[in-house]
């Protein structure tokens, strides 16, 4: 096997080489990929010569698929495949995908369409590294938290910067509420890395108020995007992204002066998360069962 791992930083990211994922993947290939995400968290494939069922077929060597999203609409007539399009507006908060319902996805794939001349950036941050980074105290007292993670809140934008086409984006992306409670720290099913299973779906912590949940949520997000935690990947044309999303967050930056920017992204259904005392999260409101099957944690 000519499988080549190249690191790009200390503690998140590796460059993968000497694979075409453009056809079917072996087992020992697709163990290999699997092995350096769960080290690396995030991997990059360059020159890739893939379409939406590519990018599919691709994503399938890690298990079932889900839908697109649980109520965004789906790139026509690839129902698997969510289009990232600046023109729908950016992602530019820092989150996991689709922590909202009971089991969100394990990996996501994420495929460059079309680039803006200048920046457009994804962010990618180590939840794993940004729990290590916690002082043992600070440690002890997340290991004991729950939050609740929704997409039915107001995203911080002022309500003046709503227009009609936000105010109609907003209402899709919200017309089915789920709220969910995971552990504020996930043990990751095939490593058992602690990581911070936070983000900007998490809206509360269980038992206290908004106010303090918020002081308690970003000091504990700050340790994830510390510089030191993050991979800050410039876009290629004919790239593919996967990361887990399990132990990562991330963050597309809005600095391309509204040039048009696109990606497709596919994501792998995954399990459902577990605390560090081995209790699983429970759904508090919204069915998600259209959206995603659940995966078993191994």
């Given at each position: 096997?000519?499988?080549k791992i190249s690191r790009i930083t200390a503690n998140i990211g590796a460059r993968v080489g000497g694979v075409d994922i453009s056809r079917p993947l072996d087992a020992q290939e697709v163990s290999a990929?699997?092995?350096?995400?769960?080290?690396?968290?995030?991997?990059?494939?360059?020159?890739?010569?893939?379409?939406?069922?590519?990018?599919?077929a691709f994503?399938?060597?890690?298990?079932?698929?889900t839908t697109a999203h649980p109520t965004v609409g789906a790139v026509d007539g690839a129902p698997n495949v969510l289009p990232v399009d600046s023109e729908q507006g950016s992602a530019n908060q820092w989150h996991t995908d689709v922590t909202f319902v009971l089991n969100p996805p394990q990996a996501s794939t994420l495929r460059s369409i079309t680039l803006p001349p200048y920046g457009g950036e994804t962010l990618i941050a180590n939840?794993?590294?940004?729990?290590?980074d916690l002082p043992e105290p600070l440690r002890r007292f997340a290991d004991t938290?729950?939050?609740?993670h929704t997409n039915d809140y107001d995203y911080a934008v002022p309500q003046e910067d709503i227009d009609e086409q936000k105010a109609a984006?907003?209402?899709?992306f919200t017309s089915i509420t789920y709220?969910?409670?995971?552990?504020?720290?996930?043990?990751?099913?095939?490593?058992?890395?602690?990581?911070l299973f936070i983000g900007g779906f998490a809206q509360r912590i269980t038992g206290l108020s908004v106010g303090e949940s918020r002081r308690v949520l970003d000091l504990l997000q700050a340790y994830v995007t510390r510089p030191e935690n993050v991979l800050r990947h410039s876009w290629s044309e004919n790239q593919l992204v996967l990361f887990d999303n399990r132990i990562t967050q991330h963050y597309a930056i809005d600095n391309y002066d509204g040039r048009?920017?696109?990606?497709?992204?596919v994501t792998v259904a995954g399990d459902v998360p577990v605390g560090v005392e081995g209790k699983e999260s429970y759904s508090v409101e919204g069915d998600a069962s259209h959206y995603t099957p659940v995966a078993a944690a191994a």
């Open positions: 096997m000519s499988l990929i699997r092995e350096a995400l769960s080290v690396h968290k995030a991997l990059v494939f360059d020159d890739v010569d893939l379409d939406d069922a590519g990018q599919q994503a399938r060597h890690f298990g079932d698929l939840a794993a590294a940004a729990y290590r938290l729950w939050a609740e984006q907003r209402a899709e709220r969910t409670a995971h552990p504020v720290v996930r043990v990751h099913p095939l490593t058992g890395e602690r990581g048009p920017r696109r990606l497709h992204r």
